[in-house]
């Protein structure tokens, strides 16, 4: 979870090993909500924040292009990055939606086989335009999901709707794809927490991802340009023809080493194991919309979802 996942912090943590490396030494990038004094923290980020240097971030940022994907929606936190996200079916006067990993939580990393559900909340996040500058702060009242289990994905509820973010900043919320991404897709992760944009292509699916105790199915592998480092768990993962989000950024191999924290292997149906350093991965997202019913109510039982239950 290295680079974009965080799982060593995870590990780290659960362990009882505290904190994972101080982030306090990482330069604060431009605009973070850093109100916390935390860095990045995600199994990619808690670890990944450590391991980007100024150079690196100063040489990633990435002004939008007119009519590319570009910031607008994204939202900053004390130690990832996230999304303010809509169903297709929701209203504009729904409360509306953040959407970053499970291992970025504020409580930390949930254990194989636990699931969140409807547990309050106040977490804040730093809400940006589509130049990548912050105009508001929005805060959370619940975490309504929020797992490490089959997939790495946290939403939480805010006060505010739709329709008073829009009229307030002009900031339309990025919608979740109800669909399955392609081999081939040409995407962009977006990071709120360094304003930068990564562009590359879905290289194709991993059966079973491992990393630490934790296990992904079906996770999107990434071609090799998107090269995310630690602050970038959380990002949505943009299909760039259409605007909508299908995969939420998580982890990636850093070290070469065989399904450790940080180090993610694949395993295929046989379980063979492949290892691939330098690569990187994200959760597909196109599960949730079934599971979200009328006023963006999570209804696990709902006919279609299938996200893990409690």
Same mark, same amino acid.
């Given at each position: 979870?290295?680079?974009?996942?965080?799982?060593?912090?995870?590990?780290?943590?659960?362990?009882?090993?505290?904190?994972?490396?101080?982030?306090?030494?990482?330069?604060?990038?431009?605009?973070?909500?850093t109100a916390t004094g935390s860095g990045p923290t995600t199994v990619t980020d808690v670890v990944d924040?450590?391991?980007?240097?100024?150079?690196d971030t100063l040489s990633g940022l990435t002004a939008p292009k007119a009519g590319?994907?570009?910031?607008?929606?994204?939202?900053?936190?004390s130690n990832c990055s996230g999304s303010v996200v809509r169903m297709?079916?929701?209203?504009?006067?729904?409360?509306?939606?953040?959407?970053?990993?499970?291992?970025?939580?504020?409580?930390?990393?949930?254990?194989?086989?636990?699931?969140?559900?409807?547990?309050?909340?106040s977490r804040s996040f730093g809400l940006l335009?589509?130049?990548?500058?912050?105009?508001? !702060?929005?805060?959370?009242?619940?975490?309504?999901?929020?797992?490490?289990?089959?997939?790495?994905?946290?939403?939480?509820?805010?006060?505010?709707?739709?329709?008073?973010?829009?009229s307030?900043?002009?900031?339309?919320?990025?919608?979740?794809?109800? !669909?399955?991404?392609?081999?081939?897709?040409?995407?962009s992760v977006v990071s709120g927490y360094w304003k930068r944009i990564y562009s590359c292509s879905v290289d194709g699916f991993v059966y079973r991802m491992k990393e630490g105790d934790w296990t992904w199915k079906d996770s999107v592998r990434y071609t090799p340009a998107c090269d995310t480092i630690g602050g970038?768990?959380?990002?949505?993962?943009?299909?760039?023809?259409?605007?909508?989000?299908?995969?939420?950024?998580?982890?990636g191999n850093?070290?070469?080493?065989?399904?450790?924290?940080?180090n993610p292997c694949e395993v295929d149906e046989n379980g063979a194991v492949t290892v691939r350093q330098g690569i990187n991965y994200a959760q597909q997202t196109y599960r949730f919309p079934a599971c979200f019913g009328v006023d963006n109510r999570l209804d696990l039982s709902a006919s279609g979802c299938l996200l893990p239950k409690p």
């Open positions: 979870m290295r680079k974009p996942l965080v799982v060593a912090l995870c590990a780290l943590a659960m362990a009882g090993a505290g904190a994972a490396p101080a982030v306090a030494a990482e330069p604060s990038p431009t605009g973070a909500d924040g450590v391991v980007g240097t100024a150079a590319a994907v570009n910031f607008a929606g994204t939202v900053s936190l297709p079916g929701s209203a504009d006067d729904d409360p509306a939606l953040v959407l970053t990993n499970g291992h970025c939580l504020e409580s930390g990393f949930p254990a194989p086989g636990q699931v969140l559900v409807d547990r309050a909340s335009n589509s130049s990548g500058s912050r105009v508001a !702060t929005l805060r959370a009242n619940r975490l309504v999901y929020a797992t490490m289990t089959d997939t790495d994905a946290a939403i939480y509820r805010l006060g505010t709707t739709y329709a008073q973010i829009k307030a900043y002009g900031i339309d919320a990025l919608t979740l794809s109800g !669909t399955r991404p392609q081999a081939g897709t040409a995407i970038t768990s959380g990002s949505p993962v943009v299909d760039d023809a259409t605007g909508q989000v299908v995969a939420v950024n998580n982890t850093e070290d070469g080493e065989r399904c450790t924290v940080n």
